[in-house]
């Protein structure tokens, strides 16, 4: 229930969040298609020619309603959406901007921290309550956490249990300890395979291809702070001035 109720608020704010500029796509005759294309030109995003038709993609709801005199409403709604979003940064701020919290690594709706639920309520009142929609909840406690980059890291629980993430990656491809651990290193990478279905309409057929995938760390969301050893420790946020960035040379 706890899953299914996620979910539903996900693809909610997903919906109303969503880019309403849809595309649309019909087959059109050979014979007639050159009369199509004067007509919407500026409309036309794509091609593909199926022996006596073609099946072009247009944009747009106003084409749309040209092809077939229909109108569609989206239920969107952007307002919501970001209404949403800027509540999230600023409950999120309160632990980002708070000396009293150690931060190891933050996500939209979690963090990860050196403080156990009873110090967070100590410090921001009531802020972790399993059974209150909003509140946070503990997830897992770890004896070890490797972080690279957003949505890259590696947990090993006090069961044991192995917990990783790496976004783009299949969820099959089998990582180890060891390879997050070679990661924190400065420009160290980790190249991994794995298949990828690729649809061709025109055709009718789906491939399935081979990818390469490169797990390495990223500065473009913050700058990363080295050690000694060039070891990543930590990152810190860029600094934008009079359209400058600043960014400061680690020892």
Excluded: C
Excluded at 105 to 114: A, E, G, H, L, V
Excluded at 127 to 155: C, H, M, T
Excluded at 169 to 181: A, W
């Amino acid at each position: 229930m706890n899953y299914i109720a996620k979910i539903l608020l996900n693809s909610l704010y997903g919906r109303l969040g969503m880019d309403d500029r849809f595309t649309y796509s019909s087959f059109i005759s050979k014979e007639s298609y050159l009369k199509y294309e004067e007509k919407y030109l500026d409309k036309i995003l794509d091609v593909m020619d199926f022996d006596d038709n073609y099946l072009v993609e247009v944009e747009g709801d106003e084409t749309r309603a040209m092809l077939d005199d229909r109108t569609e409403s989206h239920n969107i709604n952007i307002s919501i959406s970001s209404a949403v979003t800027a509540y999230a940064r600023i409950l999120m701020s309160q632990f980002k901007n708070n000396s009293k919290i150690k931060l190891y690594y933050t996500d939209t709706d979690s963090i990860y921290t050196n403080l156990n639920p009873d110090k967070l309520n100590e410090i921001i009142k009531n802020i972790v309550d399993p059974k209150i929609l909003g509140k946070l909840k503990l997830e897992s406690i770890s004896s070890r956490a490797i972080f690279i980059s957003p949505k890259v890291y590696y947990l090993k629980t006090l069961k044991s249990q192995e917990i990783y993430k790496v976004k783009g990656l299949n969820k099959n491809t089998l990582l180890t300890n060891i390879d997050f651990e070679t990661l924190i290193n400065k420009d160290s990478k980790l190249i991994k395979t794995q298949d990828k279905w690729y649809k061709d309409i025109s055709k009718a057929h789906i491939v399935v291809k081979n990818q390469i995938y490169t797990i390495q760390q990223t500065d473009n969301k913050r700058e990363l702070i080295y050690d000694s050893q060039k070891q990543l420790v930590g990152t810190r946020p860029y600094n934008l001035t009079n359209n400058k960035l600043n960014t400061k040379v680690s020892k």
